[in-house]
């Protein structure tokens, strides 16, 4: 299995400059859309309810990592560096929109949902890149001692700089916009959004056409590996939020929320090549890609599944 996952090292994405300001503007454009739905008012939230928030973040922002991790080293047998890696940048990412929708159906806390979606897109300008950071540098350094490698050293600061302006300034704006043009935010937001999605689904397309069959040849073993990595997240989240002892409505809504992460926000940060330098990484993270990506349609897959089973025991 691990011989058969080195082949996805080969493939690199090269949309050249003009296509990475492209990427760029698209990113901005996605995260200026999200943020139009982030209510300041959302820090009341943390205020009436500020339990089921906490152990939200804490299931999000540091349980979910650090099993990721665990998981990572427990399959390092198997799977490679970067595809260890990938599993820990769909760690390090906010959770997904569909969450919200998901809580809905599940009959779950649909406002709790909203609240920690605006609360980790909003800080994961910060968030995203030290966890990235803190817990890839970590796997690095384990498997440098035991394989004798040459450890990965993940630039930290670039990486903050770069994902403070693609990710923050656009957050800020769709913040101050939201605040200060409410009728035409009511307007725009679902059109931007849409467009915004349909954008980045192309930019997908592009980048993976010409490495499909290499996707093909190898998504019998991404499809394990993220089928395991997404029942971890699924699990912290349920199993984290009654070790709390929350209620079953806000059980439900925690339990999606860790286990839908952004995903697209992973693929996106990968494509451009300021924030993952070629020179760093060789130009060659496949593992990472292949394994982000498919995370993005199997958590729609699972997250469906449990918020039907949740309604059904109902």
């Not at 906010?94 to 920690?116: D, E, M, W, Y």
């Not at 970590?138 to 440098?144: D, G, L, N, Q, V």
């Not at 897959?301 to 109902?314: I, N, T």
Request: glycine residues 8%; proline residues 5%.
């Amino acid at each position: 299995m691990k011989e058969q996952l080195e082949s996805l090292n080969s493939v690199a994405i090269n949309f050249g400059e003009g296509g990475v300001m492209i990427v760029n503007i698209i990113l901005a454009f996605v995260m200026f859309g999200v943020a139009l739905e982030i209510k300041l008012g959302t820090l009341k939230d943390i205020i009436q309810k500020p339990k089921s928030i906490a152990v939200g973040l804490i299931l999000q922002w540091v349980a979910l990592p650090a099993l990721t991790f665990a998981v990572a080293l427990m399959l390092n047998p198997v799977i490679t560096p970067m595809v260890a890696l990938g599993m820990i940048l769909i760690a390090s990412c906010p959770g997904g929109n569909i969450s919200n929708f998901l809580s809905a159906l599940s009959n779950g806390n649909t406002a709790l949902s909203v609240s920690l979606t605006a609360i980790t897109t909003a800080f994961s300008p910060i968030v995203t890149p030290f966890n990235f950071f803190f817990w890839g540098t970590m796997y690095s350094r384990f498997i440098s001692m035991r394989h004798d490698i040459p450890m990965l050293v993940i630039p930290f600061g670039p990486m903050l700089e770069q994902i403070l302006l693609l990710l923050g300034l656009p957050i800020v704006l769709g913040l101050l916009f939201a605040r200060y043009f409410p009728k035409a935010t009511r307007r725009i937001t679902k059109p931007l959004q849409m467009l915004s999605v349909l954008l980045f689904i192309g930019m997908v397309i592009v980048a993976f056409t010409q490495n499909f069959q290499i996707f093909v040849d190898n998504i019998f073993y991404v499809f394990f590996i993220v089928l395991l990595h997404n029942a971890v997240a699924l699990g912290t989240g349920y199993f984290g939020s009654r070790m709390a002892h929350l209620s079953r409505y806000n059980v439900k809504t925690l339990t999606i929320e860790t286990g839908i992460q952004n995903s697209g926000l992973g693929l996106a940060l990968l494509f451009n090549p300021a924030i993952f330098p070629p020179e760093i990484w060789h130009g060659h993270y496949g593992g990472m890609l292949f394994v982000t990506a498919w995370w993005g349609i199997w958590h729609i897959v699972s997250g469906l599944s449990v918020a039907f089973l949740f309604r059904r025991k109902d």
